[in-house]
């Protein structure tokens, strides 16, 4: 493939200015990392949070560069060069060309929104497998190809990253890839040059926002892949947005769509609702009413938080082209998603719940799934991240004592922030709650593995331990170093030693 076959066919929506050098020069490789150019490669210089690839052309022309596209002017000789408007928009661009423009062979589900993400994405794949779909995923837990697992580096992977894992599942004759579509994505442009064919809003509440400085910013990225869905004009016919209408910015998610939209909700409004919902230990049973008729879902999943993911999961599928009785019937296929209200099972007399609610709505909808529930205490287990968002701290610590009966603030990931000094922010949220709370009782303890035996130790007969904030994470960021760290396992491991 030559250069000229790579910009030409997609020159307008890249915004070339300016094209210089052999345009007929042969690309066999593309890369924005300097590091991996080899003889052959295409290297698009893509500014980023630390390093500027425009500062490494230097690199990548004695690395054997064979063409350059560039945002601003370079020093490039007489190398092949190509400046366009905004170089991290066109590297997905001409990434997709590169590959062969998989996502165009895929249907694409993309699935966004602060929490429900996961389950969702996951929800969807089970039961379109159940009718006999290849389904590929891409998510927090990992990226699932066919029967590969590869663990996932982030939520959304980069774009070149990406355009290769749907190059992949083309390969493997997938026919479908369900993915969560993350904030940082979307405003760092990791989607570009993917062709979404269904976009599901699942809610917008406070996170990120040391990225994002506010929630209207917060907002503008998550309704980008609202905005975009269907302007290319393929496949447009069969695309759809999906929104949950119970949530205050559905109005202005709705209004970014040019495509046909269902909404869903518990409301009499919403076009997919869930009615005379029940909530038991065992799962949860309820009345959808639906543009394809009314019947009954019952789901292992349990909390009113998971009827919203199953109603958005619910919609997809309709519009895929499940009948109701499939979806009824694939719904009983659905068991838990990794790290999401994962129950420990170890012959304890008590129950042991690990999720990871890592936000103060996440972690509101996980004790209120536990309220329901509960027969004894509930005894809570969490922290915050170190280096991320420090106004949700106190926020969440009035949410544990608001609805515990025995809080632990420990370490999340505290990164690169001293972990004591976490635990004391959120603290002050602790405090405030306990004002109106004051039976609760808590402590600090930085000590991850001391937290969550200490919750074990406490728990007697029929209370509930919550393990709160890394769920599927088996890592455990400290300072730049990421150690082994599992919940489940020290979990289990804990209440080893208090049997033993």
Excluded at 296 to 312: C, D, F, K, M, P
Excluded at 364 to 386: D, K, M, P
Excluded at 438 to 448: E, F, K, P, S, T
Aim: charge should be neutral.
């Amino acid at each position: 493939m030559t250069l000229d076959d790579l910009i030409s066919p997609i020159q307008g929506r890249l915004g070339v200015l300016e094209r210089s050098g052999d345009q007929q020069v042969t690309i066999t490789g593309l890369t924005d990392d300097s590091r991996t150019v080899e003889p052959g490669s295409l290297f698009v210089a893509v500014p980023g949070e630390r390093v500027d690839g425009h500062d490494f052309v230097d690199r990548v022309l004695a690395a054997g560069a064979a063409a350059l596209v560039v945002g601003r002017a370079v020093s490039a000789g007489p190398t092949p060069t190509v400046r366009v408007q905004d170089s991290r928009a066109a590297l997905g661009m001409i990434g997709s060309r590169f590959y062969g423009d998989p996502s165009l062979s895929l249907r694409m589900i993309g699935v966004t929104g602060t929490n429900g993400k996961t389950t969702t994405t996951y929800v969807v794949k089970t039961m379109l497998e159940a009718s006999r779909r290849q389904v590929g995923l891409i998510g927090t837990v990992a990226y699932l190809v066919g029967k590969e697992s590869i663990p996932a580096s982030h939520t959304t992977p980069g774009a070149l990253e990406l355009q290769k894992l749907f190059a992949r599942m083309v390969e493997k004759r997938l026919d479908t890839v369900v993915m969560e579509v993350s904030s940082h994505a979307l405003a760092l442009d990791r989607t570009a040059g993917s062709e979404f064919d269904v976009a599901v809003f699942t809610n917008l509440t406070q996170d990120h926002l040391d990225f994002h400085v506010d929630m209207e910013c917060y907002f503008q990225a998550k309704r980008k892949l609202f905005s975009e869905l269907g302007q290319s004009g393929t496949r447009k016919e069969r695309k759809r947005a999906i929104i949950n209408l119970d949530d205050p910015w559905s109005r202005r998610m709705r209004e970014a769509c040019t495509v046909p939209v269902w909404t869903y909700g518990l409301g009499a409004q919403a076009d997919l609702r869930a009615e005379n919902v029940r909530l038991s230990a065992a799962g949860t049973t309820f009345t959808l009413r639906s543009p394809a008729g009314t019947c009954t879902i019952q789901s292992r999943l349990v909390g009113e938080h998971n009827v919203y993911n199953l109603l958005a999961a619910i919609g997809v599928v309709l519009h895929e082209g499940l009948t109701l009785d499939e979806v009824r019937a694939a719904v009983g296929a659905v068991s838990n998603v990794p790290g999401r209200f994962e129950r420990v099972e170890a012959g304890q007399d008590f129950t042991v719940v690990v999720d990871y609610a890592h936000t103060e709505d996440a972690l509101v909808r996980l004790l209120t799934a536990a309220q329901a529930l509960r027969t004894g205490r509930i005894i809570t287990v969490f922290g915050c991240g170190g280096d991320r968002d420090r106004t949700k701290r106190p926020k969440m610590g009035r949410a544990a004592v608001q609805y515990s009966d025995v809080v632990i603030l420990t370490s999340d990931n505290p990164r690169t922030e001293d972990p004591a000094a976490i635990l004391r922010e959120v603290e002050v949220g602790v405090k405030e709650a306990l004002a109106d709370r004051g039976h609760v009782r808590y402590q600090m303890l930085a000590d991850r593995r001391a937290a969550i035996e200490a919750a074990v130790r406490e728990a007697k007969t029929d209370d509930m331990v919550l393990i709160a904030g890394k769920g599927h994470e088996d890592y455990q960021i400290v300072g730049t170093t990421k150690h082994h760290f599992d919940d489940r396992e020290v979990a289990r491991e804990m209440i080893g030693t208090l049997r033993s």
